[in-house]
């Protein structure tokens, strides 16, 4: 038994499992319920997020996916062999690890707006009293780019979950 292969792919599956649920959850029942939910909801996120620590979860899972996905593709292809990067496992996986790519950097760009947007809300709650309309304006910005890019994760993941899991059966 080869236990480089067995601990990467627990490493691989493990996180993959986390971060891809996180945004599956997130994009689709977490954020259009903050959205519902206003000032209480904006709260809860930034509690979820921020504090509980959700983000740095969810982009240290990304980061310990997409290495340990790509250090099992360079074991599996040998070395990224053009034949094996040709078959259709190889073909999938590819498509698979693009997608996830995808998602990693869409995900950190969306992690820096989350860690924006405390910092805007933290400020507006040191004023006391109702926000500046500018504000206001500003942090629905945020967080519409926000669900913009959870939902584009959540696809890319789906893409790459569905690829991954395929995979070992596409023969051409």
Known sequence: MNWLIVVLRILHIGAGVFWAGAAFTVAGFVLPTVAA?????????????????????????????VIAGLVLTDIDSAGMQPAWM?????????IGALAALGALFVGIRSAM???????????????????????VAEAQAMGAAMARR???????LVIAVLCMAAARYVVF
Request: charged share 20%; aromatic share 2%; net charge positive.
């Open 113 to 135: 707006v989350v860690v924006k947007l405390g910092k805007l809300l933290a400020t507006i709650e040191s004023q006391g009293g109702a926000p500046k309309s500018e504000q």
């Open 150 to 156: 959870a939902r584009a994760v959540a696809i890319q």
């Open 37 to 65: 939910s206003g000032a209480e909801g904006t709260r809860f996120m930034r509690r979820l997020a921020l504090e509980r620590g959700l983000t740095r979860w969810m982009v240290a899972a990304a980061i310990v996916t």
């Open 86 to 94: 040709r078959s259709g496992m190889g073909i999938m996986i590819g």
